[in-house]
């Protein structure tokens, strides 16, 4: 069984970067996509991005084109999410999410089928 786990949340002014790291057991990392979900309070759980397996093709929201950036090192087992300039409304916790099936929305939640524990990432404005 896979296992993820997520790190690297933390307290920042907006403005600043944060970096998150999703590091996965098992053997068969290099052939899943990988990516980064969020859930604010009140809300329902929101697609932040998504890398592919092999080619590493990078997808985002609109709400973080361009701040934020996806990477993987497969070597390591580990997926990052690069932060930069934080709003106060990135405020949510953040979750890694791993494998989707072809065919299936790659925003969709329901798809994936490993996923971290969560990490918080709290923006003071």
């Known amino acids: 069984q896979v296992q993820l786990v997520d790190s690297g949340g933390g307290l920042v002014q907006a403005g600043g970067s944060l970096t998150l790291s999703c590091t996965a057991s098992g053997p068969t990392f290099s052939g899943y996509a990988m990516a980064w979900f969020r859930q604010a309070p009140g809300k329902e759980r929101e697609f932040v991005a998504v890398?592919?397996?092999?080619?590493?093709?990078?997808y985002y929201s609109d709400s973080v084109k361009g701040r934020f950036t996806i990477a993987r090192d497969n070597a390591k087992n580990t997926a990052y999410l690069q932060m930069n300039a934080l709003k106060a409304e990135d405020t949510a916790v953040y979750y890694c999410?791993?494998?989707?099936?072809?065919?299936?929305?790659?925003?969709?939640?329901?798809?994936?089928?490993?996923w971290g524990q969560g990490t918080q990432v709290t923006v003071s404005s």
């Open positions: 890398i592919t397996a092999n080619v590493g093709n990078t």
């Open positions: 999410a791993g494998k989707i099936p072809s065919g299936w929305r790659i925003s969709n939640p329901s798809g994936y089928s490993y």
